[in-house]
């Protein structure tokens, strides 16, 4: 059973840097899985969007998002850098296979003064 566990979120002030992780557990995130990993966010209002490990990122977060990944201890992390109040929302870890997309429960990430 695949799980995603995300952590790391939390109240950081505009300018400052967060890192989110993603315990994955039920799959294999090696290089060479089929498992392909990625990281989204969802604001109040608004639709979920892909933020790192794909084509198609938004430019808001080109040059301030960066995901790396820890296979033997099957974390994902997210490294985001000068922030802004736009950057708020839920984060969640996705794995997808083929058809199928894995979801976590997301961490809240509030950027504020």
């Known amino acids: 059973q695949v799980q995603l566990v995300e952590s790391g979120g939390g109240l950081v002030q505009p300018g400052g840097s967060l890192t989110l992780s993603c315990a994955a557990s039920?799959?294999?995130?090696?290089?060479?899985?089929?498992?392909?990993m990625s990281w989204y966010r969802q604001a109040p209002g608004k639709e979920r969007e892909l933020v790192a490990g794909?084509?198609g990122i938004p430019d808001s977060v080109k040059g301030r998002f960066t995901m790396s990944r820890d296979n033997g201890k099957q974390i994902i992390n997210l490294q985001m850098d000068n922030l802004s109040p736009e950057d708020t929302a839920v984060y969640y870890c996705?794995?997808?296979?083929?058809?199928?997309?894995?979801w976590g429960k997301g961490t809240l990430v509030t950027v504020s003064p």
């Open positions: 794909s084509i």
């Open positions: 039920g799959l294999t995130i090696s290089t060479y899985s089929d498992y392909f």
């Open positions: 996705n794995a997808r296979k083929d058809s199928m997309h894995y």
